[in-house]
């Protein structure tokens, strides 16, 4: 999950983060090789009518990365500059990411080349169900269950399900997730990926002997994940969040930062900067203060080589995708600095996806409770996990994360007989 | 004492002295030239500066001679110009100087009112005095008001009645200023070059009677068009009107009438000749204040309508327009408030130099607050008061440059909303406040740089107000328009090609309308594309973040004008149709309600999807501005109210004016092939066209240092320090672009600079450097008041987005020129982290700056070019 050359194929980067981390299992050619390409991929083309009367052809894609472990999960993106590479990227990505939380789920990924800045609620509409019927015969609650990404949301979950409902004829609710709570969605997801991310936090301040309760922290972007981080930090640790920030600068106080304040001011503003009872520093500034804990919640490549010399916090939260550049990761990892890396950290997504296909099937519905017990249970689980195979094989922790989660997809493989 | 050349009368008069003002009312020009000859002869002989000031349309009074100065001024421009023209005539003349001036009843011919003349007189004469000057005026006796003739005899020094009775001329001193005789104020036979009093009452009596003058204070049968005209029109009855429409006569008093109202301008002429009715502009003079004309805001407002009610369609608009019940105060009351209050000449100083600050214009305004209006203005307010009772009005300007063909004044001027709440005479008081403040905006640093930069600094500029009920119902204790906005019958803000620019675009609030009109940082109106009214800009839950969080009411317990949140109308949550309005965010999502159950832990977002969707809103937008358009023959920009059940939509139209369309709408060809070292910068989605070559000035406020570094206070005043330099000479006679982070003209400093127009006004390029934030196109502040600003001032305004990775962005030449900031201001140490002034030719070898923008391809380029 690197983004450290934007300009890339992406899948050629998860074809080199899949070939590294062979080289550490020193798994055989063959094994790599299924490996190393998508088992399954769907090109469509579907016509959809406009609110003009006219017809469009929207093109669209689905792949099916690797479904050894069980059924594929992954997003829907709708983007005008979508490509077929980029999905197949994020369906490996999604594999590793199923596999190291040991849920029963392979990765896979969808998208449609379109601009919802050009749609009308309709049209958008038309396009969520085109695409449904075009894929239909390839996904279900058994083969494949996709959830929103990138532009789509529960709304556009719900015309998906409703139109997959209609073409296998009973009610499907299983065969997506992150759908409206209203329509079979799962209490807890709107923080689940923050809240996985302080469950790995709560293990890792363990096994360094931080104490969380006493613990200073900064968030590095304050959107959805980064916001529920620091709540939650305060909420479940009493540890003090001292500085935050976003794309417009960040933000400190060193008798630590009112959270409902700075929430307030960001929905009015759209900006942390300049909240009442704060300083203004510069987002670098934020990178190199001296905190316990560092929670990239931004943008990809926030911490590089450039930087990362300045970082002086003892554990760095990867909430966002990419934070950390290959480099700098290893910078990092000498300096002794620990990691908690992103597809291990903002895990608590998908988990709280599988729950809801696992509710959908009961047709029985947890509390929201029920929901964080099971996800700190799966989270605890998968750090340690991480952890010792960092330790065994010395090497950081998001190496460790790969190595974790490949294994226990060949391991599916090799079961099944297929390598 | 000073000779006025006929000795016989320096004896009865006692002499001319310095600053006399002498109006002689005459019944023919040849009795005035009898005084006027003797009196240059003689000034001319003591060598003296005489200056004859020319302006009626008859023969002129005095020929070409030397020693004479001969001074043409056409009063056809307007009061404001000729007044104005005739002061700098005393001023560059000087003290001591000897004034001889054509008759002055000419003037109502052109300026259609007594009022005027008056105004004239009074503004005139004390500066006259003041400088010791002696001045001849004639005025045709009989002709005017008693009320105007009035103000001049309070003004002038010297009035003397020159008339023919009984085949004899006769000299009538009327008022001698600081003189006294026992036979001063006689009849005086005028024979030869001696004056002999009538000493006689029986002789007195006869020759006054005979005389062919009505007594002076009984109302004269006024030469004045805008008196004739009505009493002309006054013969005829309703139903005669109409039969005789199409006559000759009719017809030629209807554009008279016309004429006075609305204007000489051509194409608003236009329009009125074709769709409005003689009655039509009977009812508008019966809802003038004082008199003269009802000015460009009102008049576009009055021939939108009916350009609505006339043309066919598939909509008959009179079941979907409110009704109106304006009141206009007719542009003569501005001047006369200016006269009688001392105001003019502090008007005509500010108008010759428009560097007031705002501190300046804060006294200035006071200046306007203190003054008071005439009697019969304030019986007619009352009446308006009455009329209105207690429902909300709001004042506003009307002048006679504002909406017209080619400038729109947008927001120079100003509206005041009143609440029109409390007693009599409170509403009184609060109304009188909100038309001085609107005079008072007359004089506004933005407006006089406006008029200036326009080449309209002189030209006539008078404020007529017009006076409309707010539209709206009450809500609680707040009273405010369901829907209200701006809409425009050309879109160029367009998302994407799918939209038609041609169908327009609406700029759509909930409440009162000026949170659409105005730029208000954080909170947006939905934009709607007229050809596709469901598509937005923005995308998922960022659509809860560009929406209106604020709605602007008139709060009728406190009386007042406020903005309050959407929870403080909605709290109880039985607004009429909410479901037309609101969309819910819940769960991250959208959605649009259906019925009207709400979820309750639901937060509610402006969208108005439910109205674009399901109601006839749109289409009949759509109609609206078509028809505009097509009557008068180029895109507009309107304002409107509206109220909206499913079944049913009521229009209410505000205003309506000429749109400004950016520079060139013609493809502008980008250089190609330019070396990369010599692009400053690489913009897309450029909605402005056009090159500006050589030039030598970057004003460069850092983004970066501005957003982190820059204390409230620096912010604060770095727009200053911009218009500062805005303002330096060097500035204004060179080109330069300024660019800065985010929005300009925000009032919010944290979204960019806070500048007003008269900031920026002499910038050739506009850039605004801004950050596109995941999932949403910055509003371009299309539609607002500012862009129309820089549309109509013909600068290139380009958002400049680093992160699109079609942008280029030259940071190292930025980051290395040196900086001139100065050079321009002193003391700039403070700012010179965050403005960069650079001199291009001197940061680039001799090189200037060239920036080209196409606004068919978005794309523009700013480079370095050899001079």
Same mark, same amino acid.
């Given at each position: 999950?690197?983004?450290?050359?934007?300009?890339?194929?992406?899948?050629?980067?998860?074809?080199?983060?899949?070939?590294?981390?062979?080289?550490?299992?020193?798994?055989?050619?063959?094994?790599?090789?299924?490996?190393?390409?998508?088992?399954?991929?769907?090109?469509?083309?579907?016509?959809?009518?406009?609110?003009?009367?006219?017809?469009? $052809?929207?093109?669209?894609?689905?792949?099916?990365?690797?479904?050894?472990?069980?059924?594929?999960?992954?997003?829907?993106?709708?983007?005008?500059?979508?490509?077929?590479?980029?999905?197949?990227?994020?369906?490996?990505?999604?594999?590793?990411?199923?596999?190291?939380?040991?849920?029963?789920?392979?990765?896979?990924?969808?998208?449609?080349?379109?601009?919802?800045?050009?749609?009308?609620?309709?049209?958008?509409?038309?396009?969520?169900?085109?695409?449904?019927?075009?894929?239909?015969?390839?996904?279900?609650?058994?083969?494949?269950?996709?959830?929103?990404?990138?532009?789509?949301?529960?709304?556009?979950?719900?015309?998906?399900?409703?139109?997959?409902?209609?073409?296998?004829?009973?009610?499907?609710?299983?065969?997506?997730?992150?759908?409206?709570?209203?329509?079979?969605?799962?209490?807890?997801?709107?923080?689940?990926?923050?809240?996985?991310?302080?469950?790995?936090?709560?293990?890792?301040?363990?096994?360094?002997?931080?104490?969380?309760?006493?613990?200073?922290?900064? $968030?590095?972007?304050?959107?959805?994940?980064?916001?529920?981080?620091?709540?939650?930090?305060?909420?479940?640790?009493?540890?003090?969040?001292?500085?935050?920030?976003?794309?417009?600068?960040?933000?400190?106080?060193?008798?630590?930062?009112?959270?409902?304040?700075?929430?307030?001011?960001?929905?009015?503003?759209?900006?942390?900067?300049?909240?009442?009872?704060?300083?203004?520093?510069?987002?670098?500034?934020?990178?190199?203060?001296?905190?316990?804990?560092?929670?990239?919640?931004?943008?990809?490549?926030?911490?590089?080589?450039?930087?990362?010399?300045?970082?002086?916090?003892?554990?760095?939260?990867?909430?966002?995708?990419?934070?950390?550049?290959?480099?700098?990761?290893?910078?990092?990892?000498?300096?002794?600095?620990?990691?908690?890396?992103?597809?291990?950290?903002?895990?608590?997504?998908?988990?709280?996806?599988?729950?809801?296909?696992?509710?959908?099937?009961?047709?029985?519905?947890?509390?929201?409770?029920?929901?964080?017990?099971?996800?700190?249970?799966?989270?605890?689980?998968?750090?340690?996990?991480?952890?010792?195979?960092?330790?065994?094989?010395? $090497?950081?922790?998001?190496?460790?994360?790969?190595?974790?989660?490949?294994?226990?997809?060949?391991?599916?493989?090799?079961?099944?007989?297929?390598? | 004492?000073?000779?006025?050349?006929?000795?016989?009368?320096?004896?009865?008069?006692?002499?001319?002295?310095?600053?006399?003002?002498?109006?002689?009312?005459?019944?023919?020009?040849?009795?005035?030239?009898?005084?006027?000859?003797?009196?240059?002869?003689?000034?001319?002989?003591?060598?003296?500066?005489?200056?004859?000031?020319?302006?009626?349309?008859?023969?002129?009074?005095?020929?070409?001679?030397?020693?004479?100065?001969?001074?043409?001024?056409?009063?056809?421009?307007?009061?404001?110009?000729?007044?104005?023209?005739?002061?700098?005539?005393?001023?560059?003349?000087?003290?001591?100087?000897?004034?001889?001036?054509?008759?002055?009843?000419?003037?109502?011919?052109?300026?259609?009112?007594?009022?005027?003349?008056?105004?004239?007189?009074?503004?005139?004469?004390?500066?006259?005095?003041?400088?010791?000057?002696?001045?001849?005026?004639?005025?045709?006796?009989?002709?005017?008001?008693?009320?105007?003739?009035?103000?001049?005899?309070?003004?002038?020094?010297?009035?003397?009645?020159?008339?023919?009775?009984?085949?004899?001329?006769?000299?009538?001193?009327?008022?001698?200023?600081?003189?006294?005789?026992?036979?001063?104020?006689?009849?005086?036979?005028?024979?030869?070059?001696?004056?002999?009093?009538?000493?006689?009452?029986?002789?007195?009596?006869?020759?006054?009677?005979?005389?062919?003058?009505?007594?002076?204070?009984?109302?004269?049968?006024?030469?004045?068009?805008?008196?004739?005209?009505?009493?002309?029109?006054?013969?005829?009855?309703?139903?005669?009107?109409?039969?005789?429409?199409?006559?000759?006569?009719?017809?030629?008093?209807?554009?008279?009438?016309?004429?006075?109202?609305?204007?000489?301008?051509?194409?608003?002429?236009?329009?009125?000749?074709?769709?409005?009715?003689?009655?039509?502009?009977?009812?508008?003079?019966?809802?003038?204040?004082?008199?003269?004309?009802?000015?460009?805001?009102?008049?576009?407002?009055?021939?939108?309508?009916?350009?609505?009610?006339?043309?066919?369609?598939?909509?008959?608009?009179?079941?979907?327009?409110?009704?109106?019940?304006?009141?206009?105060?007719?542009?003569?009351?501005?001047?006369?408030?200016?006269?009688?209050?001392?105001?003019?000449?502090?008007?005509?100083?500010?108008?010759?130099?428009?560097?007031?600050?705002?501190?300046?214009?804060?006294?200035?305004?006071?200046?306007?607050?203190?003054?008071?209006?005439?009697?019969?203005?304030?019986?007619?307010?009352?009446?308006?008061?009455?009329?209105?009772?207690?429902?909300?009005?709001?004042?506003?300007?009307?002048?006679?440059?504002?909406?017209?063909?080619?400038?729109?004044?947008?927001?120079?001027?100003?509206?005041?909303?009143?609440?029109?709440?409390?007693?009599?005479?409170?509403?009184?008081?609060?109304?009188?406040?909100?038309?001085?403040?609107?005079?008072?905006?007359?004089?506004?640093?933005?407006?006089?740089?406006?008029?200036?930069?326009?080449?309209?600094?002189?030209?006539?500029?008078?404020?007529?107000?017009?006076?409309?009920?707010?539209?709206?119902?009450?809500?609680?204790?707040?009273?405010?328009?369901?829907?209200?906005?701006?809409?425009?019958?050309?879109?160029?803000?367009?998302?994407?090609?799918?939209?038609?620019?041609?169908?327009?675009?609406?700029?759509?609030?909930?409440?009162?309308?000026?949170?659409?009109?105005?730029?208000?940082?954080?909170?947006?109106?939905?934009?709607?594309?007229?050809?596709?009214?469901?598509?937005?800009?923005?995308?998922?839950?960022?659509?809860?973040?560009?929406?209106?969080?604020?709605?602007?009411?008139?709060?009728?317990?406190?009386?007042?004008?406020?903005?309050?949140?959407?929870?403080?109308?909605?709290?109880?949550?039985?607004?009429?149709?909410?479901?037309?309005?609101?969309?819910?965010?819940?769960?991250?999502?959208?959605?649009?309600?259906?019925?009207?159950?709400?979820?309750?832990?639901?937060?509610?977002?402006?969208?108005?999807?439910?109205?674009?969707?399901?109601?006839?809103?749109?289409?009949?937008?759509?109609?609206?501005?078509?028809?505009?358009?097509?009557?008068?023959?180029?895109?507009?920009?309107?304002?409107?109210?509206?109220?909206?059940? #499913?079944?049913?939509?009521?229009?209410?139209?505000?205003?309506?004016?000429?749109?400004?369309? #950016?520079?060139?709408?013609?493809?502008?060809?980008?250089?190609?092939?330019?070396?990369?070292?010599?692009?400053?910068?690489?913009?897309?989605?450029?909605?402005?066209?056009?090159?500006?070559?050589?030039?030598?000035?970057?004003?460069?406020?850092? #983004?970066?240092?501005?957003?982190?570094?820059?204390?409230?206070?620096?912010?604060?005043?770095?727009?200053?320090?911009?218009?500062?330099?805005?303002?330096?000479?060097?500035?204004?006679?060179?080109?330069?672009?300024?660019?800065?982070?985010?929005?300009?003209?925000?009032?919010?400093?944290?979204?960019?600079?806070?500048?007003?127009?008269?900031?920026?006004?002499?910038?050739?390029?506009?850039?605004?450097?801004?950050?596109?934030?995941?999932?949403?196109?910055?509003?371009?502040?299309?539609?607002?008041?500012?862009?129309?600003?820089?549309?109509?001032?013909?600068?290139?305004?380009?958002?400049?987005?680093?992160?699109?990775?079609?942008?280029?962005?030259?940071? #190292?030449?930025?980051?290395?020129?040196?900086?001139?900031?100065?050079?321009?201001?002193?003391?700039?140490?403070?700012?010179?982290?965050?403005?960069?002034?650079?001199?291009?030719?001197?940061?680039?070898?001799?090189?200037?700056?060239?920036?080209?923008?196409?606004?068919?391809?978005?794309?523009?380029?700013?480079?370095?070019?050899?001079?």
């Amino acid at each position: 999950m690197s983004g450290n050359n934007n300009h890339s194929n992406p899948f050629k980067i998860a074809q080199q983060q899949i070939n590294d981390c062979a080289d550490i299992l020193k798994l055989n050619h063959s094994t790599r090789e299924v490996l190393l390409r998508p088992m399954r991929e769907f090109h469509v083309h579907f016509p959809v009518r406009m609110d003009d009367g006219t017809t469009r $052809i929207f093109q669209g894609f689905r792949v099916q990365y690797n479904d050894a472990k069980g059924p594929t999960k992954g997003g829907i993106r709708f983007h005008p500059e979508e490509t077929i590479d980029t999905v197949r990227a994020l369906a490996a990505w999604m594999t590793w990411k199923c596999a190291l939380l040991d849920l029963p789920l392979g990765g896979g990924k969808g998208g449609v080349i379109c601009n919802p800045k050009e749609l009308s609620r309709f049209e958008l509409e038309r396009i969520s169900r085109g695409y449904i019927k075009a894929i239909g015969a390839f996904i279900g609650p058994d083969k494949d269950i996709p959830a929103p990404d990138v532009y789509t949301n529960p709304q556009i979950m719900a015309w998906m399900v409703d139109e997959y409902s209609s073409i296998v004829g009973k009610n499907q609710f299983g065969v997506i997730t992150g759908k409206p709570l209203s329509l079979g969605g799962s209490p807890g997801r709107g923080d689940a990926t923050a809240r996985g991310g302080m469950y790995a936090l709560r293990e890792a301040a363990q096994r360094l002997g931080i104490d969380l309760g006493k613990a200073t922290m900064a $968030i590095q972007g304050y959107g959805n994940a980064g916001c529920y981080a620091a709540s939650l930090a305060e909420a479940m640790f009493g540890s003090k969040v001292v500085a935050v920030c976003d794309s417009r600068g960040a933000v400190t106080c060193r008798n630590g930062i009112c959270i409902p304040r700075v929430n307030e001011h960001k929905q009015k503003t759209s900006s942390v900067v300049s909240c009442e009872g704060t300083e203004c520093v510069s987002n670098d500034e934020l990178l190199a203060l001296d905190v316990d804990v560092l929670v990239l919640a931004a943008l990809e490549s926030s911490v590089t080589e450039r930087n990362v010399d300045q970082v002086k916090a003892r554990i760095i939260v990867e909430l966002a995708n990419g934070p950390t550049t290959p480099e700098a990761d290893e910078v990092l990892h000498r300096k002794g600095i620990h990691v908690i890396p992103d597809f291990l950290c903002n895990a608590g997504g998908v988990t709280v996806s599988y729950f809801e296909m696992v509710q959908n099937a009961y047709m029985y519905y947890w509390d929201e409770n029920e929901v964080h017990e099971k996800l700190d249970k799966r989270m605890t689980k998968a750090y340690h996990e991480v952890l010792n195979s960092a330790e065994k094989y010395a $090497i950081n922790m998001r190496k460790a994360a790969y190595v974790v989660a490949v294994a226990r997809v060949v391991e599916a493989m090799k079961l099944r007989g297929w390598v | 004492m000073i000779s006025s050349g006929i000795p016989a009368l320096d004896k009865v008069i006692e002499g001319l002295r310095s600053g006399d003002n002498v109006v002689w009312q005459v019944d023919g020009l040849g009795n005035y030239l009898r005084v006027v000859h003797p009196f240059v002869k003689q000034a001319l002989e003591e060598h003296r500066t005489v200056v004859y000031v020319r302006f009626a349309p008859e023969w002129s009074i005095l020929h070409r001679t030397p020693g004479l100065t001969y001074e043409e001024v056409d009063p056809s421009h307007g009061f404001d110009s000729f007044s104005a023209q005739v002061n700098h005539i005393i001023e560059e003349n000087g003290t001591g100087a000897f004034y001889v001036f054509d008759n002055l009843s000419s003037l109502v011919t052109e300026w259609a009112t007594d009022e005027l003349l008056a105004n004239f007189f009074q503004v005139t004469c004390p500066y006259l005095h003041e400088l010791e000057t002696v001045a001849y005026f004639a005025l045709t006796r009989g002709r005017h008001s008693h009320r105007a003739v009035a103000r001049i005899r309070d003004t002038t020094q010297v009035l003397i009645d020159l008339y023919h009775a009984r085949g004899e001329l006769y000299v009538h001193p009327l008022k001698v200023w600081d003189r006294y005789s026992s036979e001063m104020f006689l009849p005086h036979r005028f024979a030869g070059t001696s004056l002999t009093p009538v000493l006689q009452s029986g002789d007195a009596s006869t020759i006054s009677l005979t005389a062919r003058k009505p007594p002076l204070r009984v109302k004269a049968d006024s030469i004045a068009p805008w008196d004739s005209i009505l009493r002309k029109l006054a013969q005829y009855s309703d139903d005669e009107l109409t039969h005789l429409a199409a006559t000759t006569e009719i017809q030629a008093l209807k554009q008279e009438l016309s004429q006075m109202i609305i204007g000489g301008d051509p194409e608003f002429k236009r329009l009125s000749d074709e769709y409005l009715s003689l009655q039509d502009l009977l009812e508008i003079r019966n809802r003038i204040i004082g008199s003269g004309r009802i000015g460009g805001k009102a008049a576009g407002m009055l021939l939108a309508r009916r350009i609505l009610l006339k043309s066919p369609g598939t909509t008959n608009f009179a079941n979907i327009l409110e009704e109106h019940d304006s009141f206009y105060i007719g542009s003569d009351v501005f001047f006369t408030f200016l006269v009688n209050n001392g105001l003019f000449r502090l008007r005509l100083r500010l108008t010759r130099n428009s560097q007031i600050s705002g501190e300046e214009f804060d006294r200035v305004e006071e200046r306007f607050l203190e003054g008071g209006f005439p009697d019969e203005i304030m019986e007619q307010f009352k009446d308006l008061l009455d009329y209105f009772g207690q429902a909300p009005i709001i004042v506003r300007s009307s002048s006679l440059l504002e909406d017209g063909f080619g400038n729109a004044f947008a927001g120079k001027y100003r509206s005041e909303f009143c609440a029109n709440q409390g007693n009599p005479e409170a509403r009184m008081q609060a109304f009188l406040r909100a038309v001085k403040l609107v005079y008072a905006s007359a004089v506004n640093p933005d407006a006089l740089a406006y008029r200036r930069e326009r080449g309209l600094g002189e030209a006539d500029e008078q404020m007529a107000i017009l006076v409309q009920r707010v539209s709206g119902s009450r809500y609680r204790s707040f009273f405010f328009p369901t829907l209200a906005g701006v809409a425009f019958s050309r879109n160029l803000y367009r998302w994407t090609d799918r939209i038609d620019p041609k169908q327009g675009i609406v700029r759509l609030v909930f409440g009162l309308g000026t949170r659409a009109v105005n730029r208000v940082g954080g909170d947006y109106p939905r934009l709607v594309a007229v050809s596709h009214p469901l598509l937005r800009p923005e995308v998922g839950s960022k659509i809860a973040f560009y929406s209106q969080h604020e709605v602007d009411v008139l709060d009728l317990a406190a009386n007042e004008f406020r903005s309050v949140t959407l929870n403080e109308v909605f709290g109880a949550g039985d607004y009429p149709h909410l479901e037309l309005l609101v969309s819910t965010l819940q769960d991250g999502f959208i959605s649009d309600p259906e019925g009207i159950h709400m979820n309750a832990p639901a937060r509610l977002i402006i969208t108005f999807n439910n109205l674009l969707a399901h109601t006839k809103f749109m289409p009949l937008m759509k109609e609206f501005l078509a028809k505009l358009e097509a009557a008068y023959g180029y895109p507009v920009d309107t304002e409107f109210t509206a109220s909206c059940s #499913p079944g049913k939509i009521r229009l209410n139209l505000v205003q309506c004016r000429p749109m400004r369309v #950016p520079g060139g709408s013609a493809s502008v060809l980008l250089p190609a092939r330019v070396p990369r070292e010599l692009v400053l910068f690489r913009a897309t989605r450029t909605i402005s066209g056009g090159t500006v070559s050589r030039i030598k000035y970057i004003i460069y406020v850092d #983004p970066k240092a501005y957003a982190v570094k820059a204390p409230l206070e620096i912010k604060q005043q770095i727009g200053r320090i911009i218009g500062r330099l805005n303002r330096h000479p060097d500035i204004v006679r060179d080109r330069v672009i300024m660019m800065g982070p985010g929005r300009w003209g925000s009032s919010n400093i944290m979204l960019g600079v806070n500048t007003t127009y008269a900031d920026i006004n002499h910038a050739s390029v506009l850039v605004e450097i801004a950050r596109e934030e995941a999932g949403h196109v910055p509003d371009v502040s299309f539609g607002t008041h500012f862009f129309l600003d820089l549309v109509e001032s013909r600068i290139i305004y380009l958002p400049l987005y680093p992160d699109d990775p079609q942008a280029h962005f030259n940071a #190292p030449f930025f980051a290395s020129s040196s900086n001139s900031l100065g050079r321009f201001v002193s003391h700039p140490e403070r700012f010179e982290e965050f403005i960069k002034l650079i001199d291009v030719p001197l940061a680039a070898d001799g090189r200037y700056a060239q920036v080209a923008a196409d606004p068919h391809s978005g794309k523009a380029i700013c480079l370095l070019h050899a001079d």
